[in-house]
């Protein structure tokens, strides 16, 4: 059988260990770092591929039908407000993301 300093000692290191676990698992398996300002610079970069792309489309129609420069304004035109309806998209998709983690 074992003495109560047996027991006591028992409990000691288990307490021990459930500490060392948990500063483990804080060291090596930290918390997802939040991705807002990652999401940001996304939304940043496909709102000017969106008017960029448009006016490569518009340039070509002005190239292959001589129509300069109104090729290149309507499709520049379409490109910004395409960015800016994706755009707008994807803001308010991360703010619903955002207020789902906050709540929990």
Known sequence: ??????????????????????????????????????EGASIAYEFLSYVIAGGLLGYGVDYFFDTSPWGMMVFVTFGFVGAVKRANARTKAQYEKDDQISEK
């Open 1 to 38: 059988m074992q003495s109560n300093s047996d027991d006591e000692k028992l409990d000691d290191l288990e307490e021990r260990l459930k500490v060392a676990r948990q500063e483990y698992e804080d060291d090596y398996n930290p918390k997802p770092a939040d991705n807002s300002h990652s």
